[in-house]
């Protein structure tokens, strides 16, 4: 591998800011709606590990 030569950095831009953000609120069906797939994600991973852990046990 060689060695850099010059600031790598000098060509990246900044990324914009909003000077004035918006804060918005989730409704009651957005809410339930990522409850529920917060849920069956974490069911998943849940799942995942199990299977994980019985198959490094064979």
């Given amino acids: 591998m060689g060695i850099f ?15 004035s953000p918006k804060v918005r609120y989730l409704s ?3 809410e339930t709606l990522l409850r529920q797939a ?6 998943q991973l849940k799942q995942e590990r199990i299977s994980a852990n019985e198959w490094r046990k064979t």
Avoid: C
């Fill in 5 to 19: 030569k010059g600031d790598t950095l000098r060509n990246l831009k900044q990324f914009k800011v909003d000077r």
């Fill in 38 to 43: 917060l849920l069956e994600r974490e069911k």
């Fill in 28 to 30: 009651l069906e957005e």
